[in-house]
């Protein structure tokens, strides 16, 4: 079966400091892979959408950047985090079958608090 | 691109009654559309989900219509219950293309 790795669940950072968050899917191949982020009680900003290693869309222009080194593998970074950046990270993947897309699994997200 | 909207954006709803929403999207090419549900602190899972070539999808309390026409889809919860109570986003995509949610629906079930 497939699974969907996110972490770490929490992390306070200063400002200026630099981010990384990590996504790895298990149990299948080529999946379509989403950085989504969330303000309290707002709802899912897509920031980075891949179809395959080192395919990245940039959906909205910002301080953070995103890669895929490997085919299961998604990592959120920035060089220098601001105050605006706090919110719930959230990994997904999806899969396509006669190329249509299925169901998105999201990861467990990220809470990041930017101090 | 696709452009999903969501509404209402806040529902309140006696436990027991029927809880409707409804969702608009851009694209006619669209082809999938997902309802999710995301509980307090947790992360959004698909409760229901509707492909164009249906009208309608059913799963127990749970129903999604589909009208293509006129680009909407509606989500309608009968008999609801305190569990009910989450946040509810609909999406919309073409073909293999990225998900694009709406803007989400704040799901309150009163006792």
């Known amino acids: 079966s497939q699974t969907i790795h996110q972490w770490p669940a929490t992390l306070v950072q200063p400002v200026g400091s630099p981010l990384s968050l990590e996504c790895t899917v298990e149990g299948t191949s080529n999946p379509n892979l989403y950085w989504y982020r969330q303000a309290a009680g707002r709802g899912l900003q897509l920031l980075f959408y891949?179809?395959?290693?080192?395919?990245i869309s940039s959906e909205v222009p910002q301080n953070l950047s995103a890669s895929r080194p490997q085919d299961r593998q998604f990592i959120l970074s920035s060089k220098k985090l601001l105050l605006s950046d706090s919110g719930f990270y959230l990994c997904?993947?999806?899969?396509?079958?006669?190329?249509?897309?299925?169901?998105?699994?999201f990861g467990q997200g990220t809470r990041l608090t930017v101090v | 691109g696709e452009n999903v909207e969501q509404h209402p954006s806040t529902l309140s709803v006696q436990e027991g009654d029927s809880a409707v929403i409804k969702c608009t999207y851009s694209?006619?090419?669209?082809?999938?559309f997902p309802w999710y549900k995301q509980e307090l602190g947790k992360r959004p899972q698909l409760i229901i989900d509707?492909?164009?070539?249906?009208g309608e999808k059913k799963d127990q309390r749970i129903a999604v219509t589909l009208n293509k026409t006129a680009k909407h889809f509606s989500l309608h919860i009968t008999e609801t219950q305190p569990e009910d109570s989450a946040v509810y986003f609909c999406?919309?995509?073409?073909?293999?293309?990225?998900?694009?949610f709406g803007t989400g629906t704040r799901l309150t079930i009163i006792p």
């Open positions: 891949s179809v395959g290693i080192g395919q």
């Open positions: 509707i492909r164009s070539n249906v």
């Open positions: 999406a919309a995509c073409f073909g293999n293309e990225k998900l694009t």
């Open positions: 997904a993947w999806s899969g396509q079958t006669d190329r249509m897309n299925t169901e998105a699994f």
């Open positions: 694209d006619s090419a669209s082809n999938y």
